[in-house]
């Protein structure tokens, strides 16, 4: 049943890839009815509380473009690329890391996809390359976080052998910062560029997208055009909730808590993140002239729609397959490990395809290395392993990369696994492996 069942879950990804946008969410959704209905396995539940935070960042992003914000800031990026476009593929992947790494969660990724992808078009730039890397990137800075989840359980898993969280963070920070830049080189010149590849050029003439405008020209008197200032203030709107989400994941204690049955319950990042973004849509909409109707109808909301549809479907199919099937799937690779304890990494990496977490993955497999007697420098140099949930293309930051590029160079291949984001994410997960292995053996 198991590779029936797996048949239908790659088919659904097949086909709902084939069709695109909204459509892989639909597929998605009904394979999770087929496994459900036909073979009798229990759904999980949605992913409700990511699909609510794209929803939340998605209406900030589109208010930003509905008052002019992201003009404001396709200008200024181009002024920073003119003399060096590809740029921002080095830039933008550095820029998801550090707002993963202080807000804990690769979510906030969501704030700056559509912007990465409209300053890559504007500026000429394929814009696969800076939003693969940049998804893979906010995946890295959870295991160099220092308040994720993942971080978390293998500190505690390590604190018995005197293992401190600097132990972890000097040896995952620079490990993971040198895969991320290894990612970058990697995608550097991948792909035909912006102006030749077939997809982008049928959509241009299809007239689904216009293309990039040059420059307006300069007015009568030698001036240029004037920004207007609400869009400038909606852009530092925008940029102030950025920073108050990493400031609420980087010190709880900013964050509310209430006493529910004699126990303290704090507000979680999840809700931190929708209340943050829906204020500033709201403050956008207020002080800087966001249109509510043009809202709805920009390209940046319509997209981010899609991407909600999208993962509705799709991850609730794999979560419930990958759930329904653990017990079969995790003893094999236990085995694994055990006949060869140098294939942890290895182990670690297939695991967290499995279960879509990099917290989940090491605290299934954590306590089976402590058990193999591996060295706390080897367990903390295979963290990064933990992030392979990108080679099955169904997590919730790569399809919102995906239907962000407007271009269509960000996309899923035919044969589903040759998608925009596994070659930076091979690179960039070997390379933190290594080097994490490498520091730890000298700093430990």
């Known amino acids: 049943m198991l590779w029936l069942e797996l048949v239908v879950v790659l088919a659904m990804i097949f086909v ?6 909204a459509g892989l969410g639909m597929m998605g959704g009904l394979g999770v009815a087929l496994l459900a209905f036909v073979f009798g396995e229990r759904p999980t539940e949605p992913p409700i509380d990511v699909m609510l935070m794209i929803a939340a960042v998605c209406t900030a992003a589109a208010c930003l473009q509905a008052s002019g914000g992201m003009d404001y800031l396709v200008k200024l990026a181009e002024k920073a690329l003119r003399s060096y476009p590809p740029a921002v593929t080095f830039v933008a992947p550095l820029v998801a890391y550090v707002f993963t790494l202080f807000a804990g969660t690769g979510h906030v990724a969501y704030a700056i996809l559509p912007v990465i992808a409209e300053v890559s078009r504007d500026a000429g730039v394929r814009p696969e390359r800076p939003l693969s890397i940049s998804v893979i990137a906010s995946q890295q800075a959870i295991t160099a976080s220092p308040i ?10 390590l604190a018995p052998a005197h293992v401190t969280l600097l132990n ?36 241009l003439a299809a007239g689904e997208l216009k293309a990039p405008e040059p420059k307006a020209a300069a007015a009568a008197d030698g001036g240029v055009p004037v920004t207007p200032i ?17 400031f609420l994941g980087s010190f709880p204690g900013l964050r509310p808590a209430w006493t529910v049955d004699g126990k303290v319950v704090q507000m979680g990042m999840a809700h931190a993140i929708e209340m943050v973004m829906l204020s500033v849509s709201a403050l956008m909409v207020v002080f800087c002239k966001a249109n509510v109707e043009e809202v709805a109808k920009g390209t940046v909301f319509r997209a981010g729609m899609q991407a909600v549809i999208a993962i509705f479907g799709i991850a609730w199919l794999g979560d419930t397959f990958f759930q329904a099937h653990l017990a079969e799937i995790q003893p094999p690779l236990e085995r694994l490990v055990q006949a060869v304890p140098w294939l942890f990494a290895v182990a670690l990496f297939v695991m967290s395809i499995l279960l879509y977490s990099q917290a989940a993955t090491i605290r299934a497999l954590g306590p089976l290395g402590v058990a193999l007697g591996l060295p706390a420098f080897g367990l903390i140099g295979a963290f990064p392993a933990v992030n392979g949930y990108f080679f099955i293309p169904n997590y919730p930051t790569l399809v919102a990369a995906i239907n962000f590029d407007r271009t269509g160079t960000t996309r899923i291949g035919k044969w589903v696994l040759n998608h925009s984001f596994q070659l930076p994410g091979f690179v960039a997960t070997t390379v933190a492996v290594v080097t994490g292995l490498v520091l730890g053996k000298i700093l430990m």
């Open 168 to 203: 972890i963070l000097s040896i995952c920070i620079p490990a993971t910062v040198l895969g991320v830049l290894a990612g970058s080189l990697a995608v550097f010149h991948r792909g035909v560029e912006l102006a030749d590849d077939p997809v982008y050029k049928q959509r």
């Open 16 to 21: 709902g890839a084939r069709v695109g946008g």
């Open 230 to 246: 609400t869009a400038k203030i909606a852009v530092l709107l925008f940029l102030a909730a950025a920073v108050a989400i990493v």
């Open 148 to 157: 994720s989840a993942a971080t978390v359980a293998l500190l505690g898993l």
